[in-house]
């Protein structure tokens, strides 16, 4: 039985490769652990493959994955997610920022403590402040709408359950928000540990300030799918529920206002007249659109919904 999977995602990194490596090796044989090292060559263009190749020649434990072309972190990790064997699955970066020290306590808190999820928070970094900010600042918007406790979502150093890995799907730009995808699947016992942040030492980042913008959009997309995917019309039949009656209720009080003033012999607009009655009538149509999209989606989900759909903790005593 393996014990530890370590997932690495590389992307132009040949230069710290058998460096990382050889710590791995290190910490996992000082420990005793049982183990394999996934690399996932993310469409790198330059000798990274090659030296993966190298590392896999000379170490049985080593296995890896190359992509034709770069198709982003997401996609690297749910690929090493999918071939994960180990009892607890360790993801970092392959730029030596993360310290394979923290594997042993990451282990134990999983094992040991009886947490799902356990994501590192890089409490002292060593990047500008032009980055730190930013992602305090994002971090903090992440709390707020996931109500997940952590400091540092995008932490590339984490640990997982095995169950957990093999039960989510991530996609796009999602990675950072792992932890949410487990807690919207079930696995709620999420834990934090303070770890070593490492000067970067050779190349340079693959991150840009856009990252904080794409992130942010990424938030709101994992908590409306894992929110409503499953009931659209909640989403949508409310939105247009409120938008119609609004509409309604001003229009009807237009109308009531014409014939009072009619009946009291007053000098009355017409209620074609009113921007209001326009601002009524687009609230009416968007309204009623918002509802016929949740009922159509409703119907979509109903019929699409398949019962891998559901994680199952265990089942007893079927036959097939």
């Known amino acids: 039985m393996i014990q530890i999977s370590v997932i690495i995602p590389v992307f132009n990194e040949e230069e710290s490769l058998p460096e990382l490596h050889n710590w791995i090796c290190r910490i996992m044989e000082g420990h005793g ?3 394999e090292i996934i690399f996932i060559n993310d469409g790198s263009n330059d000798n990274s493959w090659k030296e993966i190749q190298k590392l ?3 170490n049985n434990n080593v296995k890896a994955v190359s992509f034709t072309r770069n198709y982003g972190k997401s996609a690297a990790l749910d690929m090493g997610f999918s071939k994960a064997q180990g009892q607890v699955v360790i993801t970092m970066d392959a730029d030596l920022q993360d310290s394979p020290d923290e594997i042993p306590e990451l282990y134990e808190m999983i094992t040991g403590d009886g947490y799902e999820v356990v994501s590192g928070w890089k409490k002292k970094r060593h990047d500008p402040i032009t980055k730190t900010i930013p992602s305090r600042f994002f971090n903090w918007i992440t709390r707020i709408i996931s109500g997940i406790r952590l400091h540092d979502f995008n932490c590339g150093l984490k640990a997982y359950q ?3 890995v093999k039960n989510i799907h991530i996609y796009g730009e999602m990675h950072r928000y792992i932890p ?3 807690k919207w699947n079930g696995f ?3 834990g934090e540990k303070v770890v070593a942040h490492r000067p970067r030492k050779y190349g340079e980042t693959k991150f840009g300030i856009e990252r904080f913008l794409n992130g942010f959009l990424d938030l709101i997309s994992v908590s409306f799918v894992n ?6 019309m909640h989403f949508f039949g409310t939105l247009g529920s409120v938008s119609f009656l609004a509409g309604f209720f001003i229009t009807s009080w237009l109308i009531f206002q014409k014939i009072y003033g009619l009946y009291q012999g007053k000098a009355v607009r017409e209620i074609t007249a009113q921007p209001l009655f326009f601002l009524a009538l687009v609230a009416l149509i968007v309204g009623v659109q918002l509802f016929l999209t949740g009922f159509l989606a409703e119907m979509m989900t109903s019929t699409s919904s398949r019962k891998s759909d559901y994680n ?3 089942e007893l005593n079927f036959r097939n």
Do not use: D, M, N
């Not at 929110?227 to 659209?232: A, G, L, T």
């Open 312 to 314: 199952i903790e265990e």
């Open 227 to 232: 929110r409503y995917k499953k009931r659209p």
């Open 180 to 182: 949410l995808i487990a």
């Open 33 to 35: 652990f049982s183990y």
């Open 188 to 190: 709620t016992k999420i």
């Open 162 to 164: 095995k169950r957990v």
């Open 56 to 58: 896999a020649s000379l």
